[in-house]
């Protein structure tokens, strides 16, 4: 039996909601598990697994070069949790650019590549909202109608 035809890549639009937490844009794991269209407890046995990998790594001292040898899990995955509608506390992570790629470098497919464009595309705009303010407050700073110089 033959699939009804999907829209082609170009015709979705993929969004994934990126959030700035102490400076560092990261996306929900419950969004990119929605948006991958898996269960969340997989997503998070993924992450779980990189974790337990790049821990036993950093314990055994065998980072690769030119790897930094010091690296950050925090710079990938930051552990926190949500609270559910019956006011249940369960556990997720805030995936960082870093914890986005490592994720995407893993999936095949369609969704791996809509994946790969929501996660570039929602960390550039938030780059780009967090230039724009700087140059505000930089504009705001600039005393104007003063002439430097002799």
Not at 11 to 33: C, F, I, T, W
Request: some cysteine.
């Amino acid at each position: 039996m033959k699939k009804a035809n999907a829209p082609a890549p170009a015709d979705v639009q993929v969004l994934l909601p990126a959030a700035m937490m102490n400076g560092k844009a990261v996306v929900d794991s419950r969004e990119v598990a929605r948006m991958l269209g898996r269960p969340h407890k997989n997503l998070l046995a993924d992450i779980h697994r990189y974790i337990s990998a790049m821990e036993r790594r950093k314990a055994d001292g065998l980072n690769f070069q030119p790897v930094a040898r010091d690296f950050q899990l925090v710079d990938f995955f930051v552990p926190s949790t949500y609270t559910n509608d019956h006011n249940q506390t369960f556990p997720c992570y805030l995936l960082t650019q870093k914890g986005c790629e490592m994720v995407a470098n893993k999936l095949t497919g369609e969704k791996g590549i809509l994946f790969t464009a929501a996660y570039v595309n929602a960390f550039h705009a938030l780059q780009e909202q967090a230039r724009a303010v700087l140059l505000d407050l930089e504009d705001d700073l600039v005393p104007r109608g003063l002439i430097f110089g002799s």
